[in-house]
């Protein structure tokens, strides 16, 4: 067994036993097709870079590893850009639709239809990167936005949403009670909540919301085949926050490998969030109570989305909670490049597949469990850059901009 890169942490793992016998594919090909189609079509679409880590793999003993780096997404510097602002623009075709209004959201964009689109009002509950995306697509799309976060959110994050235009308005609790308190205002107001996670009734913007977020997972597995030909990945780990973009890559990884021959899943949240892990254990959604307080806020979350954790009980192998610890050692690994590696930014929330990767290699129990060993090819799904630049050079001990110069 290679030196661990990190000093032994705790950490739980849950196979997940149900795996095709409960929960249900949710997101279907039609939705697929169309946020392909619609984002792919934005004139500042570009797919983020697939970095493959030699020096990584070959220093934890796996045969490859490919980071997909999510921090350059169209400018917000998270995958959540893809989600948030594509519901939007959806929702606005929808109601322009309504009334007998057959746009495009280029029409959008151009403000062909301002004088209508002005009048509607989105609003969400965010931990920064959601309610970043929302506010740039109403921005782009030509609507209203009121974007609410919680007590622990930073100043910076806030900042960067409302510099979208949005309203921004900070509520008491956790993320869940923002989310709670989105929901009421919106019914009392008229407004339209583009949310990132989905509950009884309230189901058709969560997956246009997915569907966004499997754009960043085609394109991973495209740059896999070509960085990697003929040696398609045996591991994937991918973040859990509410669970939607790890049920956007299931359902991608189902899609392009077919349900039995799909790499294993590992879905990783924070040890003080992890409700996707205990609801699996549970077989039924269960929530986590308390100050859900980890330094991954994107991941801060008590409480599943039901159809993501539906996608994700058919078709995850495993969930794994890591401790907040692991985070800024495994930022500085990115930052510094591991045996020549490129020198990557990674946020608190992007690490946490790479914690779950070096926490379960260096333990024999898990990695034998996981099937991780030297000839697993592990993909990685670095869902931000320095979204929080002020918190990034506190954990890293110098800046992003620093980092990025090398
Ligand atoms: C950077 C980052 N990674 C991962 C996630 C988790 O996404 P989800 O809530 O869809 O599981 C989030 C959610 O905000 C995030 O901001």
């Known amino acids: ?39 792919r079509s934005w004139p500042d679409y ?66 062909r239809f301002a004088d209508r689109t002005r009048a509607i ?13 929302v506010a740039w697509g109403a921005q782009r799309f030509g609507c209203r936005a009121v974007i609410y976060i919680h007590e622990t959110v930073s100043e910076g994050r806030a900042a960067a949403i409302a510099r979208f235009g949005a309203e921004v ?53 495209g740059q896999w085949r070509a960085a990697f030909p003929g040696a398609p990945p045996t591991h994937v780990f991918a973040p859990g926050g509410v669970g939607g973009v790890a049920a956007a890559i299931a359902a991608e990884l189902a899609h392009a490998f077919g349900e039995g021959g799909m790499p294993r899943l590992v879905v990783v949240e924070p ?14 959604p269960v929530a986590v109570e308390g100050e859900l307080d980890t330094v991954m806020a994107g991941l801060a979350c008590g409480e599943v989305s039901l159809l993501a954790f539906d996608e994700l009980l058919w078709r995850a192998h495993a969930f794994m909670a890591v401790p907040d610890e692991v985070v800024a050692p495994c930022m500085r690994l990115l930052a510094d490049g591991v045996g020549g590696d490129p020198k990557l930014v990674a946020g608190e929330s992007a690490v946490a597949g790479l914690a779950a990767l070096l926490l379960a290699r260096s333990d ?20 931000e850059g320095a979204t929080d630049p002020e918190l990034y050079a506190r954990l890293v001990g110098r800046s992003a901009e620093s980092v990025r110069a090398g």
């Open 271 to 284: 040890d003080r969030a992890d409700c996707l892990r205990r609801s699996a254990e549970a077989g039924r």
């Open 1 to 39: 067994m290679p030196k661990p890169l990190l000093p032994p942490a705790p950490f739980r793992l849950h196979h997940n036993v149900l795996r095709g016998r409960a929960g249900a594919p949710v997101l279907d090909q039609a939705g697929r097709e169309a946020a392909s189609a619609e984002i």
């Open 169 to 221: 308005r900070r509520v008491p609790g956790t993320y869940d009670d923002a989310v709670r308190r989105a929901a009421e205002d919106a019914a009392r107001e008229d407004w339209t909540v583009v949310s990132d996670t989905s509950y009884p009734g309230y189901t058709e913007i969560p997956c246009d919301v997915m569907d966004g977020y499997r754009v960043m997972a085609a394109e991973a597995l």
């Open 364 to 383: 024999a129990d898990a990695a034998s469990s996981l099937r991780l060993g030297e000839s697993s090819r592990v993909l990685l799904f670095g869902t």
């Open 121 to 133: 009002t989105v609003t969400c509950a965010t931990d920064g990167n959601h309610g970043r995306s």
């Open 46 to 111: 570009a797919p983020t870079p697939l970095v493959p880590l030699p020096g990584l793999a070959s220093r934890i003993g796996v045969a490859a590893i490919g980071y997909k780096d999510e921090a350059g997404r169209f400018g917000l510097g998270s995958f959540k850009a893809l989600g948030g602002a594509y519901a939007v623009a959806r929702h606005l075709l929808r109601r322009l639709a309504g009334s007998g209004i057959a746009a495009t959201s280029a029409d959008l964009a151009s403000g």
